[in-house]
Every structure is written in C-alpha cells, then in structure tokens.
C-alpha cells in the first residue's frame, strides 16, 4: 500500500534537503529522482512556493502531483513584493497591469469556482484588494465594476 507525503517546495528550486530530504529518507524512493520531476514540474513557478503531493509505493516508484500556489502568491511573485499592505484600502504595495491579471487567472483557473477567465480575473482582483494592490493605477474595488461594465473585455474575452 502507498503512502503520500504533502509539502510546500519553491518552484524549480526544489533540493534533497528540507523539506523532501527528511520526508522521503525513510522511504524506498529515489530521493533525487523525486527531486529532478518536482524541478521540472514546477519551473514554470520559479521560486514561489508550490503545493506538492508525493505518493509512492514499497518498491520505490512515485507519482507527483503538482497544485497551483496561493493566488497571494503569485500576485506577489508577480507584482515584486514580500507583504501586503497592512491597510489595503488607503495604503497599496504595488500595481498590476491587467494582462498580468489574466496571466494569474489562466494559472489559477483550474483551481477556481470561476467558469471562464474574466470571473477567474475578478477573484485575482478580489485577493488584490486584500493585499493593497492596484491594477493599472486604480483600486482594485474599482476595477471590479469595471471588469463587470466589460471595460477589459478585450483582454479578459477569449
């Protein structure tokens, strides 16, 4: 019978040290094996943290799955900052243009309640709003009514 191991590794980055080293020594795989597909399963996500599920079985053989980070993270790994704003409605850390909205809904999509790219782009600038983010230089509650008057219409419509 298999076992499963669930951690977070940075995207593309990922070592036989901690956290994988400690978690898959004990076991019957090939630690570095693990290690390389995690790599090259993940280096889209460059750096930022990834969640990543292991199984593997008694006689070494292993399976990867690899789920998409926190939409937090990619807007921060994309916009360039480490934190949030600590009052996200007066105070914003950084701004995004609205391609890179649609570049974080399509990575985020399969992972969203969204049916389409546009209601995926205005979760991302849901979270935007909590983190003090602007998008194209307005606040991202305002963006929100703009998306919905079809306002990015050209970029967010497939």
Do not use: H, W
Not at 63 to 86: C, M, N, Q, R, W
């Amino acid at each position: 019978m298999g076992e499963t191991i669930e951690l977070l590794v940075p995207g593309g980055q990922a070592t036989p040290g901690p956290p994988l080293g400690p978690e898959l020594g004990p076991t019957p795989v090939d630690v570095q094996a693990v290690v390389n597909e995690i790599n090259e399963q993940t280096a889209a996500f460059d750096g930022t943290e990834v969640p990543v599920t292991v199984e593997y079985e008694e006689d070494g053989s292993f399976t990867i799955e690899v789920g998409v980070p926190p939409t937090s993270a990619l807007i921060k790994d994309k916009a360039g900052f480490e934190t949030g704003s600590g009052t996200p409605q007066s105070e914003f850390v950084a701004d995004l243009s609205i391609e890179e909205v649609r570049q974080i809904a399509e990575q985020k999509l399969p992972d969203l309640l969204a049916y389409d790219i546009k209601q995926a782009a205005k979760e991302v600038v849901g979270t935007c709003v909590t983190l003090g983010v602007t998008i194209e230089g307005d606040d991202a509650r305002d963006v929100i009514g703009k998306i919905d008057a079809g306002e990015y219409d050209d970029v967010l419509v497939d």
